[in-house]
């Protein structure tokens, strides 16, 4: 693929914000996740994932039925092979944003960071892992805008052309912790001469 070609090969919209219990059960399954990011490159058949995922064409259409439902994948063009029409499957956006959840539906969403953890350890025991941890007390308002630009850099990533051999994974985390900070300088903190 030409390193001035957009990711993917069809058109989807750039942002869906998702909110019923369908589409996040649909989109936090580790398997559809799988699949969603697949076609993020570029459109694929059944058989396609099927392949790149080593699993069984039934299972992943199954779970590819599952996303088109939840209107997550949709049927982006079709080839005719032995008069049947093969499907290719691509995204119908290329960010899938959880909007607002009722408390409920909390239990459908699973905690990426713990999975990425899990999935890190070959590559820290490979000592290939780059990560950065840093705790800052600022206003929500300045989080919400860093997250934005968070957001803008992970569109990057999404975006880069496709090449080498490995697959890398970008995770990030923005939240309020229990850490510890400093109280506000007064006066009496001014270095003295």
Do not use: C
């Not at 058949?45 to 939840?70: C, F």
């Not at 982006?76 to 049947?84: D, Q, Y």
């Not at 496709?162 to 006066?187: I, M, N, Q």
């Amino acid at each position: 693929m030409s390193s001035d070609q957009e990711l993917p090969d069809y058109e989807l919209e750039d942002l869906r914000i998702i909110t019923s219990t369908p589409e996040l059960k649909a989109v936090f399954h580790p398997l559809r996740d799988q699949l969603l990011d697949l076609v993020l490159e570029r459109a694929a058949t059944v058989a396609e994932l099927a392949d790149a995922v080593n699993r069984p064409k039934s299972s992943v259409a199954y779970h590819v039925n599952v996303l088109v439902e939840a209107d997550l994948l949709k049927v982006v063009r079709t080839r005719r092979v032995r008069a049947i029409d093969e499907r290719f499957y691509g995204r119908t956006a290329r960010i899938f944003y959880v909007g607002q959840i009722q408390p409920e539906q909390l239990s459908a969403i699973p905690n990426i960071l713990v999975d990425a953890a899990a999935e890190s350890v070959s590559a820290h025991e490979a000592d290939d892992l780059r990560a950065i941890v840093r705790h800052a007390r600022i206003s929500r308002a300045d989080a919400a805008e860093f997250w934005d630009r968070l957001f803008a850099l992970t569109r990057e990533f999404s975006a880069m052309p496709r090449s080498g051999e490995e697959t890398f994974r970008f995770v990030a985390g923005l939240y309020p912790t229990a850490y510890p900070s400093l109280p506000e300088a007064g006066d009496d903190s001014a270095p003295s001469s």
